[in-house]
């Protein structure tokens, strides 16, 4: 399904990709508590949004244990995960994202080469 | 005598405290049979490891865990499907007569489907499962569940990177299900020589049950095996489960206790004379019959006879066929004066032809079990037993035949079953497997001699009753089986024409004695009128010689007579008087 979708608007990722250096980061990061893990996740990611998204990201920053229900919605399993919820497509990222090349891949900031 | 006694003071005790050791506290699953094998249901709140390959019906036994606990103990369950989504798991178990969606709705089931999709996680550095440990905890305390079933966590394994980080969150999650409180079903796909994929029994050890499906003989069945249960006894043995539109019902009638209670009222085997050969009155009500023989020894016959018998007392009959189609029973029945039909159309009779390809040998079982407890027959008959033996099934016929009979028996009905013997094999050979079992056994066979096959019926054995010991001849009338007269000859029983020769020969020879007698008789009557008339001739000449000789005496006495006459004549003349002289002188 995925792969059919992305072959004619193939042109059209680029242009994204272009606008995305542009557009608005809405990002979503799941955690749970004052975990070790879910500590490291947040103070990453805020490092990360501020050296390379700087003024058009918004980090939500969630507690599950406040929020128990959104893990079914959200499809939630593992903690930390970093939901990017635009620009579109959906993309998730789990992990302490202690490792700043693979999330910036992850979030499309920054190709994969 | 003193040092002997407190020994046996301290076993008391010591067996005591065992009866009073509280049980494991066990949550009963519901499913037919599942509970009798583990004692009472899985571990309560630990988690029990359900394993088996693809298709083996892992879910379908978790979800009907679930249901069952919802349905009848008040237990409301969470499934967590890793593989399925909610809509068609409800479809996929609506087929079991499960409506999840009732359930749901009334707050006894939660579902909730997790997706995994590799392609669209990216890791970046270390993770935990706490997501799903929320996801979890806020499902069973929405809804109070007891229950909870994880279908197939292992599809983690395929999701989620890191498969150490993976095993030990798994680890925390069976111990915080145990901390919970919640009994728990992990299903896992078997592995490759292991019991799960991913290894999982290291962490889930309190129960393991493994499901298995396999294929012999073109026909499939399923098994199920409790592997090891801490802390319990339970049922090591591989017992066969179905899955029908009923759910899953597990088999393990080979762990009831043989505690069948017996009548001891006869019911009549629908052939007077056999009757009389089993102690006057026939077979007991719930015992089990067999009647083997060779082909077409009339093993059908005997058990029309006794459906008839029993459909005319007003009990109702299953007879199961696995040869012919009821007509054709039907149609051969009324060759020999036996009208099954009016009992079919009164409902006492009831047909069911199958083939034993039809379905594995445990789906025939349950069929069996259902029918047998939908129509609640006084008798039932399996015609012919050994046709379910295919190849080399043989044990597992055995078994499903030894659990069947004691179904039966537990339930007092009465069983007649057939048997064909391959003629190439013992008697003892074919059927050594469930003879024990039987209570009656009726041998027939057929009786080659004099270039003609007759039949011949024999009790192999009747328990608790005195039975006839000879071998009798049977004739198929057209008023059904008739037996004959025990016909011994020089050389043992004899059968057919041989009989009847001998009954021919006997009655000649008889005619000839008779012959004899009335020869003798005559010839005796012959002497006697022979000595008779002699007799009358003597006595007829001594007539003779009588008057002669009085004649004689006469003459003598006349002429005596005559000459006293002269001398007294003569004395008269002389004048003497010596009247007495005279008789001396006549002795003289």
Known sequence: ?113 | MNKSKPKPLTRTKSRRQNHFRPQLPKSPTGIQGLDEITGGGLPKARPTLVCGGAGCGKTLLAMEFLVRGATQFHEPGVFMAFEETAKDLTQNVASLGFDLNDLIARKRILLDFVYVERSDIEATGEYDLEGLFIRLGQAIDSIGAKRVVLDTIESLFGGLPDPLILRAELRRLFRWLKDKGVTAIITAERGDGILTRQGLEEYVSDCVIVLDHRVNDQTSSRRLRVVKYRGSTHGTNEYPFLIDEDGISVLPVTSLALQHIVSSKRVSTGIARLDAMLGGKGYYRGSSVLISGTAGTGKSSFAAHFSDAACRRGERVLYFSFEESPSQIMRNMRSIGIHLQPWVNKGLLQFHAQRPSFAGLEAHLVMKHKLINAFKPQAVILDPLNSFIVGDNEIAVQSMLMRLLHFLKAKQITGFFTSLISSSRTLEESESSISSLIDTWLLLRAVDSGGERNRGLAVLKSRGMAHSNQIREFLLTDHGVELRDVYVGASGVLTGSARLTQEAQDQAVQMLQKQEIERRQIELKRTHQALEAHIAALRAEFEVKKTESLRITGQEQAQGAQLAQGRLEMGVSREEDVTAKNPMRRSK
Request: glycine residues 4%; proline residues 6%.
């Open chain 1, 1 to 113: 399904m995925k792969a059919k979708r992305a072959r004619p608007v193939q042109p059209k990722v680029t242009r994204t990709r272009r606008k995305a250096a542009s557009s608005l980061y809405i990002l979503k990061l799941y955690v749970a508590g004052q975990s070790p893990k879910s500590v490291n996740a947040i103070a990453n990611m805020k490092k990360l949004c501020e050296a390379n998204l700087q003024g058009r990201y918004v980090l939500d920053v969630i507690d599950l244990y406040q929020q128990p229900q959104l893990a079914q919605g959200e499809q939630i399993i593992a903690v930390p995960t970093l939901i990017r919820k635009l620009p579109s497509p959906l993309r998730r990222i789990i992990g302490d994202m202690s490792n700043t090349e693979r999330v910036l891949v992850g979030l499309d900031i920054r190709s994969e080469a």
